[in-house]
DNA sequence: GTTCTTGACGAAATCGATTTCTTGGACTTC
DNA sequence: GAAGTCCAAGAAATCGATTTCGTCAAGAAC
């Protein structure tokens, strides 16, 4: 490993001297022209980890998620990386698996990495980023919002998204439209049902509301089976509101094997598959726009990271319907 | 912020003490007793920098792959990652949206940030580990090896999958069995088309074999045009082999555009997409072991980091060809 | 009773870059 | 020409953990 040291001797002067040039401070043209001779032809690359040791801040920022093989948040990766790497900072990613030890883990290593900060799509409800607000390393909260914490967060009009999902079937001619939504626990969840609740008693009264309703786990499997329930009610629906992409791919399965399908039966989606195209397919998809919030995330904490201290702030990205 | 120091005045023995409770060398149980408490009053968690300056070594891998929002690559990612988590070590996902250049930075901040080693699917034949090797970091190659380097790579069969994947198409009836493959740059394009291009061969002669042959860019947008060039020949093929998975939705597009579909055009694809089963709309799968993929190169990388010094390896997989 | 072993533990060096703090010399200024 | 001002650049401290080396005391061996 060849260090400031060698170079240093290499460029006869001082490892002062050498940092001066590396760090654009002043110094003779002279020096700096030996100095940088003798860091090319060593191929010197200046140890980071002693650079962070020293000066206790590291250009890396954290985006911990639950499920890197869900396209919804590979996007919002390539959201945040995008805004990040412009303003100079690496980003890394670290899944949990929707597991809370393990977000509470990488919250640790990126306390203990000396991480610049941190963006965070909660697993659920109870995540924990005292220690993060603690020690006050910036932190936001994307895609779902943080009820115990003081943190920014940028978030979608879940409700609105739901509502207007939900009002579009009926106004295409559906008249029971059912609801499949994520986990009670989670915040987007309950919004998105909410939306559809609000249009679907408006609709069709309050009465059987609750049948038409299924909670899932906002994952393939969840969803086939949640259709599949639904499928088999006495007066079972003729639309369905599907709260994110994973599920609606696996209620297209259920639909696929009880011989239906969009267009004929009403499918509204939070989320698209990219490459699947729910879009092509005769569905209705709410875009949640995953790489914008994901760059609205990037900015917040940057400005935070800047050192901008006022009170918590969230955003709130609209969704917008396609088709 | 809390250090070592900390700890050892609360506890009132010395850093060198808690440095051993830490970890786990001998220290008397009265002590060993004082530092745990002082340690969990104060919510110490050691410095990683400080650590990795010492120690030299830094218990994170990093994973170079050419583009996040490919369902292949996050699932690759989640094989290395259950591997690396396992063995302890973190992992870093650096996306270089198949920018050499990018590639190359990334490659620069591993060296720098002292990672202990790194898993590259590279951009393209030119990647330069060069460094890496000079610096004796362990490094894998995954999906595509290097041409001009000695290191490890896993691979799968690519030849024999293309080979089957076009055998299994003549052996449905198909009599025009087109090939839409990679950037003529790229390994795993050459091979797969090149097993094709055997079967082709046997069954319909060399004659015009070419006209036949497709070199897109494994990109949806690619394979949507080359599925369109093709099916605008005077004598269109009523089959093809698709190299990867995204230019399989393109062509998927270009299909249906024509009234077409699997299964009555034959398609045969390398890898399939995840939450919108091609296997499920009847379409072959040359299934490509995404996720063994990466754990084979985590194997591999953690045996290099852990000091094996022997000649480079390549682990070839087996690809599987599903329904 | 003296020497040797053993074990616990602290002082200090170390990793590599940055950041004071100094120093020494050139150049002004009166 | 003496005093003051500047500026380049080196010496040394610093970040926080680990590790080497040395010390001290208790117990063992003869």
């Given amino acids: 490993m060849v260090t400031i040291y060698d170079v240093a001797a290499r460029a006869g002067v001082s490892a002062t001297t050498v940092s001066r040039v590396l760090n654009g401070a002043k110094v003779s043209p002279e020096s700096e022209r ?3 001779a003798a ?16 000066g206790q801040h590291s250009a890396v920022i954290g985006l ?6 869900n396209p919804f948040f590979t996007a919002l990766a390539r959201g945040v990386e995008n805004r990040a790497r412009a303003a100079g900072y690496s980003v890394v990613l670290c899944n949990t698996d929707e597991d809370p030890e393990r977000e ?17 799509a909660p697993a659920d409800d109870a995540s924990d980023v005292s220690r993060l607000v603690a020690q006050r390393r910036p932190v936001v909260a994307v895609d779902r919002s943080l009820a115990h914490a003081e943190v920014d967060a940028v978030t979608v009009d879940n409700r609105a998204g739901g509502h207007s ?14 609801c499949i939504t994520g986990p009670s626990s989670v915040e987007t969840a309950q ?3 909410a939306g559809w609740r609000q249009a679907a008693a408006r609709h069709t009264g309050d009465g059987h509301l609750e049948d038409l309703l299924r909670y899932a786990d906002y994952r393939v499997d969840g969803g086939r089976q949640a259709m599949a329930e639904l499928l088999a009610l006495p007066e079972p629906p003729d639309a369905a509101v599907v709260a994110n992409n994973l599920m609606a791919a696996g209620a297209l399965d259920a639909l696929h094997d009880a011989g239906l399908a969009p267009p004929g039966f009403g499918l509204a989606v939070f989320g698209d598959l990219p490459f699947a195209s729910f879009g092509r397919r005769g569905i209705r998809v709410v875009d ?3 790489r914008e919030l994901g760059e609205a995330a990037a900015t917040l904490l940057l400005e935070r990271i800047g050192g901008d201290a006022g009170p918590a702030k969230t955003v709130v ?7």
Same sequence: chains 1, 2.
Avoid at 104 to 120: C, F, K, P, Q, R
Avoid at 317 to 323: C, F
């Fill in 288 to 290: 949640v726009p995953a």
């Fill in 317 to 323: 990205l609209r969704t917008r319907e396609q088709r």
């Fill in 191 to 193: 919004l998105r049902m």
């Fill in 104 to 120: 509470a883990t990488y919250i640790d290593i990126a306390l203990a990495e000396h991480m610049a900060g941190v963006i965070l």
């Fill in 64 to 69: 911990i998620i639950p499920d890197i093989e």
């Fill in 34 to 36: 030996l100095v940088r």
């Fill in 165 to 178: 999902a939900a009002e579009s079937l009926f106004a295409a001619g559906f008249t029971r439209v059912a």
């Fill in 39 to 54: 860091a090319a032809e060593l191929a010197f690359t200046p140890n980071r980890t002693a650079r962070r040791l020293r």
